[in-house]
């Protein structure tokens, strides 16, 4: 158990260290990825809410038929390398599981970990501006404006439900 629990510290302390060497080498990122995507998301559009909303904004049927291939090409993608990244925790994982850790080889595989989720995250932003790049400066400006309507929509129902947040 105490093997485990050290084990388990070291993960924990070479996670750090790589967040810092990280923030060293690139300035500091946001919070996490996730936030980083969220970000992306809200000032690019979903892919998501692009195609529900297709007759709005007035995209033409090669576009959607571009938009979805290209979220096809984007998912298969995702899919596997998130399944590379979760078998090589696990293999992270089970070498902790050892009574020596080697910890070069620990280091090497949680940088290979940061490098892959680093990859994934570029790949998704790059995936949205290409998705981006399909639209004409008029769909842009209709999805702007459809955001913003629905994030207005948001925060007033917010409001109407929490009456105290309103007030500052």
Request: hydrophobic letters at 40%; aromatic letters at 8%; proline letters at 2%.
């Amino acid at each position: 158990m105490f093997k485990k629990v050290i084990s388990f510290g070291m993960i924990f302390l070479m996670l750090g260290f790589l967040s810092i060497e990280l923030v060293a080498r690139n300035g500091a990122p946001y919070r996490t990825m996730k936030y980083g995507i969220r970000l992306a998301e809200k000032n690019l559009f979903p892919v998501e809410m692009l195609l529900r909303h297709k007759d709005d904004i007035g995209l033409m049927d090669s576009q959607v038929e571009k938009i979805e291939k290209m979220r096809l090409v984007h998912y298969e993608a995702t899919i596997k390398r998130s399944s590379d990244i979760k078998v090589l925790e696990l293999k992270l994982g089970s070498l902790f599981k050892k009574e020596t850790v080697n910890r070069s080889v620990a280091q090497k595989m949680v940088r290979k970990i940061g490098e892959m989720k680093t990859d994934q995250f570029i790949k998704r932003i790059n995936f949205m501006l290409d998705v981006k790049d399909v639209l004409n400066a008029e769909q842009i400006k209709k999805i702007e404006t459809m955001k913003k309507e629905m994030r207005l929509r948001r925060f007033s129902k917010r409001d109407r439900m929490h009456p105290s947040r309103g007030e500052n």
